[in-house]
């Protein structure tokens, strides 16, 4: 995985109560946040509002808004409201076969304040299909495509903006960071915030979990009953052969799981940084399952993957894929790294150009993120380091020696392998 990731844990903060009736107007962040609740209550809150515990593929316990910093909040609960909330299924919803409302917070921007709840028999739906509408708002009522992304940072919060459109899927995210969340739902990136990542795999038809390779096993295991039968889960870490087998064993049966590495990524993380092209005309590595997978899941992971922007897509075993990223990631960094380690105390940017831009672009490193990725791959990385270092050091003497001869050839030598590598 080029890029940073962020490590998960629960992620909610408290969001104002719902009742029947009435309707009051607060301030959050100096932007309107309408509520339908108690008469007379005026607490405006457009922070990160997660449900309760989860319960099936949906969540128990009050349903909170939550549309972060500087944007609209708005929830409709009860049966009626000064603007129109139909029924759908009697229960006072926006959306037919849902309880309790427009679910503003599970859906992200379910209705702002100035547009009224559609039907909830899926022929326009809270927000008309702007975002797939509340669940049914694009397809009649039928039931979205899931996905849950966990971890919401450079990759994570990148292939959330990517997986728009996917199979008119619907978004849940779910991080470790309150902010990364709010950011992520106030930007229209996830369609809902879930309170855990327990909650968030509940009822995904895919799973993509962006963290470190022991937070992903972390999950993993502590997801492992709240999987849905049938779905698939895939990872991008960075690398596949030491964890795979232990992702495979937290795991249940019922869940297909496909390594998935997109190589790309930029020099800073979080999901500030993230983009909806990140990923376009990247390379998507696929790490097939040893065991038995249906065929139906490795196809939805590739169509997935061309979805996200893949320019191109290869497979390769897990042993395989960390021997070949040990040389055109891990060294890379390494190397750029080792160019930063000493610098002239008197250089300043007016001395480089794009030769110093481009050799050192990755070192400024996510350090605890790239020690584990390092040392988990240290087998593979160690004979390219050690061919690295010979190299430099045999370079070193020809200069030292000043044979032009050793110099010209190094350099015509690597000149042509760049050429042929770019044909691969």
């Not at 921007?109 to 028999?121: F, H, M, V, Y």
């Not at 869940?255 to 990247?282: S, T």
């Not at 249906?294 to 590739?302: G, I, Q």
Request: negative net charge.
């Amino acid at each position: 995985m080029d890029g940073k990731s962020t490590d998960m844990a629960p992620c909610g903060e408290q969001s104002a109560n719902g009742g029947g009736g009435g309707q009051s107007k607060g301030q959050s962040c100096g932007q309107d946040t309408m509520r339908h609740g108690n008469p007379g209550d005026e607490q405006g809150n457009g922070q990160c509002g997660v449900q309760g515990a989860p319960q099936g593929s949906d969540w128990d316990g009050e349903l909170r808004h939550n549309r972060g910093c500087g944007q609209e909040a708005t929830r409709h609960g009860g049966q009626s409201s000064s603007q129109e909330v139909s029924r759908g299924n009697g229960q006072g919803g926006c959306l037919g076969g849902e309880r309790g409302g427009c679910r503003g917070g599970e859906y992200g921007d379910c209705l702002d304040s100035e547009r009224e709840c559609a039907q909830g028999n899926g022929q326009a739906g809270c927000l008309g299909g702007e975002r797939g509408g509340c669940l049914g708002g694009e397809r009649g009522g039928s039931r979205a495509y899931e996905i849950a992304i966990v971890g919401l940072g450079l990759i994570g919060g990148s292939l959330a903006y990517a997986s728009r459109g996917f199979r008119q899927c619907r978004i849940t995210g779910y991080d470790i960071d309150p902010v990364a969340c709010r950011k992520a739902l106030a930007a229209a990136a996830v369609d809902r915030i879930a309170p855990s990542a327990e909650a968030a795999v509940s009822g995904a038809d895919l799973s993509v979990f962006c963290t470190s390779p022991e937070t992903a096993i972390g999950n993993a295991r502590r997801c492992s009953g709240h999987f849905k039968a049938g779905s698939v889960f895939i990872e991008i870490c960075g690398v596949k052969q030491e964890i795979a087998p232990l992702l495979r064993e937290a795991l249940p049966a019922h869940v297909d799981y496909i390594g998935v590495h997109p190589m790309a990524g930029k020099e800073v993380g979080g999901f500030d940084n993230a983009a909806p092209g990140l990923f376009k005309g990247a390379g998507f590595i696929l790490i097939p399952p040893g065991g038995a997978c249906r065929p139906e899941s490795l196809e939805t992971v590739r169509a997935y993957c061309l979805h996200a922007g893949a320019g191109r897509i290869c497979s390769n075993t897990a042993r395989d894929h960390d021997r070949i990223i040990a040389y055109t990631s891990d060294l890379m960094h390494i190397a750029a790294t080792a160019l930063c380690a000493e610098y002239p105390a008197d250089m300043t940017m007016a001395h480089a150009a794009g030769a110093f831009r481009d050799c050192t672009r990755v070192a400024d490193i996510d350090a605890a993120l790239w020690t584990e990725l390092l040392l988990k791959n240290a087998r593979n990385i160690a004979p390219f380091l050690e061919t690295y270092i010979a190299s430099l050091s045999a370079f070193k003497t020809a200069l030292q020696g000043g044979d032009a001869a050793f110099v010209n050839e190094f350099l015509r030598k690597a000149g042509a392998n760049k050429k042929e590598m770019q044909k691969l």
